[in-house]
């Protein structure tokens, strides 16, 4: 894995939480309209200058990495590392399908046009360590479902559901399971644990 280190200030604090479907990835309302939604806020006790690193759209889940540290939060975002998702799609995916998603395909980022960087795509049996949602998906009286395990270095906007969108088999459930070496194997659902860094 990549290895962009950059020394972390003691005096910062650094946290992951498994974000639960149904909340936002941010602290304070941006927008009237977002009155009534869930902030991160709620699901522990975090310094004033506590930001997230990234972020994972409402209805998605899991890993989310928080600090106080700005140098921290930019390696992160900004320095290719592994960002590791399992996702299960609409139907049952086929081979062409992977092999699309793994050469990459264009999808449109804020009305641009944007081809997305080769990277890995396999199918996986359903996990049996994920916890339940908040909001629960169709079950397979609608149809069958399908999952791939997804590994990408980019982080664009929505990024995964476009993908598998674009072949044709829409993301149902999108789990951050990894970021470069830490995940979300010692979490539960909504848990927060305080870490001594993001290496």
Known sequence: MPNNSIPEENNHRYFKIYKPDGYLSQFIYNQK???KKKLLGELGDFPDETMA???LDEPSEGLLLLTTDGKASYRITSTGLEKEYHVQVDGLITDEAIRNLQKGVEISIYGKPYQTK??????IS????LPERNKRI???RHGPTSW???IITEGKYRQVRKMTAKVNF??????RYRIDNINIDDLDKAE???ISSFR
Do not use: A, H, M, N
């Open 33 to 35: 309209q977002r009155q």
């Open 53 to 55: 690193v990234g972020r």
């Open 118 to 123: 080769s990277c890995v795509v396999e199918k």
């Open 126 to 129: 359903t996990p049996t360590y």
């Open 138 to 140: 169709r079950d397979e």
């Open 148 to 150: 791939i395990k997804v």
């Open 170 to 175: 829409p993301t149902l459930r999108l789990v």
């Open 192 to 194: 927060v644990k305080e």
